[in-house]
Structures are given as structure tokens and as C-alpha cells.
């Protein structure tokens, strides 16, 4: 039976009110495919894979500047944020710290959660003040009880709080189903193979799981009294580096791990690249090897538009409509800026720009603005003059007026 069958099958006992913590804690759920090593949220962060493909999709969602529009007569015109989506934490707590840590649970466990501390006075479409300040909480502290696909109470660190005393948000979801589905449940059968790889690596190079060598004589039979003698007179020598001498009759074998045997390379290496899937990113992005692609990208923008659209961009947009409908007021909306994400080496930048004000379609003023720089001033423009000849303002189209003469 699968765990979203599991869960499902829990929603229907008890009243259909029921506890849906095995999802956000996998240690609850007992051990998933494997008999070596437990995974959990936690415990998956120790494959390097894991802990690449969380980091990576976190870090850029952290550094994406959030911004908040309204419609002005159909243009979209930006306007304060409010204090939530600047120091969302409090003081002690960024924007840029917050988005990452809640992108980090959504990504691996599907779900990330808050207590709602402060309110502003700015009503929200529940009939309560907004969100004004979210305490992050750890996900193994969160107990859901549910009513089919709504949740009737949040349970965290022991005290129960109503659905909308908590900061809910999910991906990865299902149709009547109130909890995202977390990707290091799906993906443990391949977490646990490869992190029992790297258990088998640790006992082998450990000698605690296949005898290091072994020690025969081969000129007689020996008892277990002369076999303890002789391994710990053979162990007394070779534990500081010595050199152990003896005579005709004993013969040393090192005994050598076989890769092929173990799997060990295969597991690691095939691993990685199923991990990468489950968490939405390309394994080259995380190092993870890559055989039979051919696809190369004429610059690193291309390869980061690429990311966006098909991994990053859906759970980006996700987070937009969430902060839209729970952080601020209709009509304003919120954006995160991908830009940052699609940043071009400087010489692609600066054609891109030339081509958009030789369009007419960004004015240089507006282009100072993108690099972060003032405007003109008199003596610049002055000095451009010197430089090359006098200013040429290109001429206006004009519009025809009905009923005007020449």
C-alpha cells in the first residue's frame, strides 16, 4: 500500500477526524523500503544530493526581490509592501532567511507552516487583520487533525490553534487531500539505497563489516587458544605501523572490496539522478552525472530560463497566488521578481538594452534605472556631446487629428 494510500485510509477512521503527522514526520511512519538506515526529513539531508537539490531551488527563491502591484488604468503600478513581506520574523528575521526556510519544507516535505504572532488593520477575506508577523515552526512539532480536506485544527508543540491562527502553505497536492505530499516520502526507497551505500563505504574502510584480511597457517591446523594468540600478537604489531615478522608457516590476504559486487558506484551514481527528479532539478546542476544527453546551451541564460520554466517557475507561481490571497489586500498582488534568476553576462545585457531603446520601447532613463544608476545629468550628456558631436533627439511620431487642417 503506498503512503498516500495510507493517509487516505487515516482519513477515513476515527470520525474522519484524524492525525496527519506521518506526513511531516517520517520517523512516525516507521522505516520506508529498508531494513539499514532510517530515513526521515532529517536523515535524507545527509545525502549530499538532497541536501544540493534543497539548497539550490531555497537559495533562489531567497534572493528573488519581492514586490507588490495594483492596476492603475491597466498598467501595473508597484506599491509599498507591507511589513510582513520585509521583516516577516520580526526584526531578527529577513525576508531573504524566511523565503528560504519555508521554500526548504515545501520542497521536501510539501508543506511548511507558521504561527501567525501579529495583525495589521488592513482587513483580510477572512474578516481578520493580515498577517503581520509568522513564527516559523519545525515540521516534526506539527500535528494536523483533519475533516476530509479540511483542516478543523493545527496541533504544534502540544497546543491546538485554529486554521487561521497558522501559516499553511503546500505543493505537490492532490485533489481532497489538506496536505502537500512530501517528496523525501516518495523518493526514501532511493534515499535509503543510496545512503546505505554510503553506510556499506563507512563499515567497509571501517572493518566493520567484512574482516579486513585474513591470517592462515598454512603448515598446520590451529585451535581457537592459538588462533586468539596469534591475532592479537599479529594486531599488537600492525595497530602502530610496525612490521610483523613470522615465519614459514603463516600466510596474510588481504581481503579487497569488489565494486561490481557491492554496487556501490552503480548506487551512487544512478542515485543521484533519481533524486534529482524527485526534487525538480537537473542532476548537472547539482553535479549529479549525466550520461547519454547531447544538450548544450549557448550561454548561462539559457540555461537558467530553461530551470525556471520547466522546474522553478510552477512552484514560484504557487507562492505568488499564496502571498496574494493571504499577505495583502485585493487589489494588490505580489510578484517575485525572476529576473534575479535570469541575471545575462554584461555584454548580452548590454545588447538587450540597446535593442529595447533602438525599439522605442525603453526609454534610457528607464535602462539607467535597471543598472541601478541616476539619470543623465547636464554635464554627461555635455561630455557625450564633446565626445560625439552634438545630441540628435529622434523625431516623434505624430498622430493625425480628425477634423484638424494643415
Same mark, same amino acid.
Given at each position: 500500500? /503506498?503512503?498516500?494510500?495510507?493517509?487516505? +485510509?487515516?482519513?477515513?477512521?476515527?470520525?474522519?477526524?484524524?492525525?496527519?503527522?506521518? &506526513?511531516?514526520?517520517?520517523?512516525?511512519?516507521?522505516?520506508? /523500503?529498508?531494513?539499514?538506515?532510517?530515513? @526521515?526529513?532529517?536523515?535524507?539531508? +545527509?545525502?549530499?544530493? *538532497?541536501?544540493?537539490? =534543497?539548497? &539550490?531551488?531555497?537559495?533562489?527563491?531567497?534572493?528573488? $526581490?519581492?514586490?507588490?502591484?495594483?492596476?492603475?488604468?491597466?498598467?501595473?503600478?508597484?506599491? $509599498?509592501?507591507?511589513?510582513?513581506?520585509?521583516?516577516?520574523?520580526?526584526?531578527?528575521?529577513?525576508?531573504?532567511?524566511?523565503?528560504?526556510?519555508?521554500?526548504?519544507?515545501?520542497?521536501?516535505?510539501?508543506?511548511?507552516?507558521?504561527?501567525?504572532?501579529?495583525?495589521?488593520? %488592513?482587513?483580510?477575506?477572512?474578516?481578520?487583520?493580515?498577517?503581520?508577523?509568522?513564527?516559523?515552526?519545525? =515540521?516534526?512539532? %506539527?500535528?494536523?487533525?483533519?475533516?476530509?480536506?479540511?483542516?478543523?485544527?493545527?496541533?504544534?508543540?502540544?497546543?491546538?490553534?485554529?486554521?487561521?491562527?497558522?501559516?499553511?502553505?503546500?505543493?505537490?497536492?492532490?485533489?481532497?487531500?489538506? &496536505?502537500? &505530499?512530501?517528496?523525501?516520502?516518495?523518493?526514501?526507497?532511493?534515499?535509503?539505497?543510496?545512503?546505505?551505500?554510503?553506510?556499506?563505504?563507512?563499515?567497509?574502510? !571501517?572493518?566493520?563489516?567484512?574482516?579486513?584480511?585474513? =591470517?592462515?597457517? %598454512?603448515?598446520?591446523?590451529?585451535?581457537?587458544?592459538?588462533?586468539?594468540?596469534?591475532?592479537?600478537?599479529?594486531?599488537?604489531? %600492525?595497530?602502530? /605501523?610496525?612490521?610483523?615478522?613470522? !615465519?614459514?608457516?603463516?600466510?596474510?590476504?588481504?581481503?579487497?572490496?569488489?565494486?561490481?559486487?557491492?554496487?556501490?558506484?552503480?548506487?551512487?551514481?544512478?542515485?543521484?539522478?533519481?533524486?534529482?527528479?524527485?526534487?525538480?532539478?537537473?542532476?548537472?546542476?547539482?553535479?549529479?552525472?549525466?550520461?547519454?544527453?547531447?544538450?548544450?546551451?549557448?550561454?548561462?541564460?539559457?540555461r537558467n530560463l530553461q530551470f525556471l520554466i520547466m522546474h522553478l517557475g510552477p512552484a514560484v507561481g504557487r507562492r505568488e497566488d499564496a502571498f496574494s490571497r493571504?499577505? *495583502?489586500?485585493?487589489?494588490?498582488? *505580489?510578484?517575485?521578481?525572476?529576473?534575479?534568476?535570469?541575471?545575462?553576462?554584461?555584454?548580452?545585457?548590454?545588447?538587450?538594452?540597446?535593442?529595447?531603446?533602438?525599439?522605442? @520601447?525603453?526609454? $534610457?532613463?528607464?535602462?539607467?534605472?535597471?543598472?541601478? +544608476?541616476? $539619470?543623465?545629468?547636464?554635464?554627461?550628456?555635455?561630455?557625450?556631446?564633446?565626445?560625439?558631436?552634438?545630441?540628435?533627439?529622434?523625431?516623434?511620431?505624430?498622430?493625425?487629428?480628425?477634423?484638424?487642417?494643415?
Amino acid at each position: 500500500m /503506498g503512503i498516500l494510500d495510507r493517509m487516505r +485510509r487515516a482519513v477515513t477512521r476515527d470520525a474522519n477526524i484524524v492525525t496527519a503527522e506521518d &506526513l511531516l514526520n517520517l520517523s512516525r511512519e516507521g522505516r520506508l /523500503g529498508g531494513k539499514s538506515v532510517h530515513v @526521515t526529513n532529517d536523515s535524507a539531508l +545527509r545525502h549530499s544530493a *538532497v541536501w544540493a537539490a =534543497l539548497r &539550490l531551488r531555497a537559495d533562489l527563491v531567497s534572493m528573488m $526581490p519581492i514586490d507588490v502591484y495594483r492596476k492603475v488604468q491597466g498598467l501595473q503600478v508597484e506599491v $509599498p509592501k507591507p511589513p510582513v513581506l520585509v521583516t516577516p520574523g520580526g526584526q531578527e528575521v529577513g525576508i531573504k532567511e524566511w523565503m528560504y526556510s519555508t521554500e526548504f519544507d515545501l520542497d521536501r516535505a510539501g508543506n511548511c507552516f507558521g504561527l501567525i504572532t501579529e495583525r495589521t488593520g %488592513v482587513i483580510g477575506p477572512d474578516g481578520r487583520g493580515l498577517p503581520g508577523r509568522i513564527d516559523l515552526v519545525e =515540521l516534526s512539532e %506539527v500535528t494536523v487533525r483533519a475533516n476530509g480536506s479540511q483542516i478543523k485544527k493545527f496541533k504544534i508543540c502540544g497546543t491546538e490553534y485554529d486554521p487561521w491562527e497558522v501559516w499553511h502553505e503546500k505543493q505537490y497536492t492532490v485533489a481532497g487531500f489538506p &496536505l502537500g &505530499l512530501s517528496p523525501v516520502a516518495y523518493a526514501a526507497w532511493t534515499i535509503e539505497e543510496s545512503l546505505n551505500a554510503q553506510q556499506f563505504a563507512r563499515d567497509w574502510f !571501517g572493518a566493520g563489516i567484512i574482516p579486513s584480511g585474513t =591470517l592462515k597457517n %598454512v603448515g598446520k591446523t590451529i585451535n581457537q587458544k592459538n588462533a586468539r594468540e596469534a591475532k592479537e600478537a599479529f594486531r599488537a604489531a %600492525v595497530s602502530n /605501523g610496525d612490521v610483523f615478522v613470522h !615465519g614459514s608457516d603463516w600466510e596474510y590476504k588481504p581481503i579487497q572490496a569488489v565494486a561490481q559486487q557491492a554496487q556501490f558506484i552503480e548506487a551512487r551514481q544512478f542515485g543521484m539522478g533519481d533524486i534529482a527528479r524527485f526534487f525538480g532539478v537537473p542532476s548537472d546542476l547539482i553535479d549529479a552525472a549525466v550520461s547519454g544527453s547531447s544538450v548544450t546551451y549557448a550561454n548561462i541564460s539559457q540555461r537558467n530560463l530553461q530551470f525556471l520554466i520547466m522546474h522553478l517557475g510552477p512552484a514560484v507561481g504557487r507562492r505568488e497566488d499564496a502571498f496574494s490571497r493571504k499577505l *495583502v489586500s485585493n487589489p494588490r498582488y *505580489v510578484k517575485l521578481n525572476t529576473d534575479a534568476l535570469l541575471r545575462m553576462d554584461p555584454a548580452a545585457r548590454a545588447q538587450t538594452l540597446k535593442t529595447q531603446i533602438d525599439s522605442r @520601447t525603453l526609454a $534610457p532613463s528607464e535602462a539607467r534605472a535597471i543598472e541601478e +544608476r541616476p $539619470p543623465f545629468t547636464e554635464e554627461q550628456l555635455a561630455e557625450f556631446d564633446r565626445l560625439f558631436g552634438s545630441r540628435s533627439v529622434p523625431a516623434q511620431p505624430t498622430t493625425a487629428v480628425p477634423g484638424a487642417t494643415s
